[in-house]
């Protein structure tokens, strides 16, 4: 069974940068594509940036300039940096395994204006 683990969120000002950890365990993690999703009360969970196996990235709209995703196969991680960070970046972060369909348990980032 894969267990994925988020980490790195907390509270930071406008303006501030914070780096989420997403570490998944099992042997597939290197050819898998992985995602950061984010969710806030009563709104739907919200594709946030995807890294393929191959170390392709993709971006909503909303962050691109802003976020950087990235992965360590050898670490079985996935990053995602954080920058220039608005108060509608407020939400859980959620870390995404697509070859296994696991997400992780959410971590928080509130950022304060």
């Known amino acids: 069974q894969v267990q994925v683990v988020e980490s790195g969120g907390g509270l930071v000002q406008a303006g501030g940068s914070l780096r989420l950890s997403c570490v998944a365990s099992?042997?597939?993690?290197?050819?898998?594509?992985m995602g950061w999703y984010r969710q806030t009360p009563g709104k739907q969970r919200e594709l946030v940036a995807l890294?393929?196996?191959?170390?392709?990235?993709s971006y909503a709209d909303s962050v691109k300039g802003r976020f950087s995703i990235s992965r360590d196969n050898a670490k079985n991680t996935v990053y995602l940096q954080m920058n220039s960070l608005k108060p509608d970046d407020t939400a859980v972060y959620y870390c995404?395994?697509?070859?296994?369909?696991?997400w992780g348990q959410g971590t928080q980032v509130t950022v304060s204006s």
């Open positions: 995404y395994v697509a070859i296994t369909n696991t």
């Open positions: 099992g042997s597939r993690f290197s050819i898998s594509a």
């Open positions: 890294i393929t196996n191959g170390g392709h990235t």
